[in-house]
């Protein structure tokens, strides 16, 4: 059984930073492309960051230069390393994995259960 834990979510000020960590049970790890998703109320999930099985990071534009994806392959572990944080990055954040080795869109078949991330003002 595949599972994802997400875990690192909670509440920062404005220009704070955070590290969200995503483990991974059940598959192997070091094979497959992994992400991190996010989801503000009314929003629709966006893909914030992925990461390729050989550690290639790809980011979406509104978090390019504050946010780091990372993968540690020998701790089954990804993260993501929220730096200079604003209120519009208040979310839900999930990990998610693809089925394949590079983020292939509609592909990802495992989440995590989502951790919360508030930015105050």
């Known amino acids: 059984q595949v599972q994802l834990v997400e875990s690192g979510g909670g509440l920062v000020q404005t220009g704070g930073s955070l590290r969200l960590s995503c483990s991974v049970s059940?598959?192997?790890?070091?094979?497959?492309?992994m992400g991190w998703f996010r989801q503000a109320p009314g929003n629709e999930r966006e893909l914030a960051a992925s990461i390729t099985s050989g550690g290639s990071p790809n980011y979406a534009d509104s978090v390019k230069g504050r946010f780091t994806i990372a993968r540690d392959n020998a701790k089954n572990t990804m993260y993501l390393q929220m730096n200079s944080l604003k209120p519009e990055d208040t979310a839900v954040y999930y990990c998610?994995?693809?089925?394949?080795?590079?983020?292939?869109?509609?592909?990802?078949?495992?989440w995590g259960q989502g951790t919360q991330v508030t930015v105050s003002s």
């Open positions: 998610a994995s693809n089925k394949y080795a590079i983020p292939i869109r509609s592909n990802w078949d495992y």
């Open positions: 059940g598959r192997a790890f070091s094979s497959y492309a």
